[in-house]
């Protein structure tokens, strides 16, 4: 029973949630103990360029997957 309670309100959050893939990985980094986070790219180096500031590094991958 408390299972099911448990799975009706994870649905719950992420359907109301205004970013549903976020909420979801929110979710299964809480169900498999995952806090801890990745730490930065401090820096990235693009044809002989190098990126330091996080937005750049943050647009350079955006560009390359194209999102």
């Not at 359907?15 to 980094?29: E, G």
């Not at 806090?35 to 500031?53: A, F, G, M, T, Y």
Request: aromatic share 6%.
């Amino acid at each position: 029973m408390k299972r099911l309670k448990e799975n009706i309100m994870t649905k719950k959050n992420i359907q109301k949630s205004s970013n549903k893939c976020k909420a979801t990985w929110d979710i299964i980094k809480q169900l498999t103990n995952n806090q801890h986070s990745q730490p930065d790219i401090q820096e990235l180096v693009i044809d002989s360029k190098h990126l330091k500031d996080q937005q750049d590094i943050t647009d350079t991958f955006n560009n390359y997957f194209h999102l």
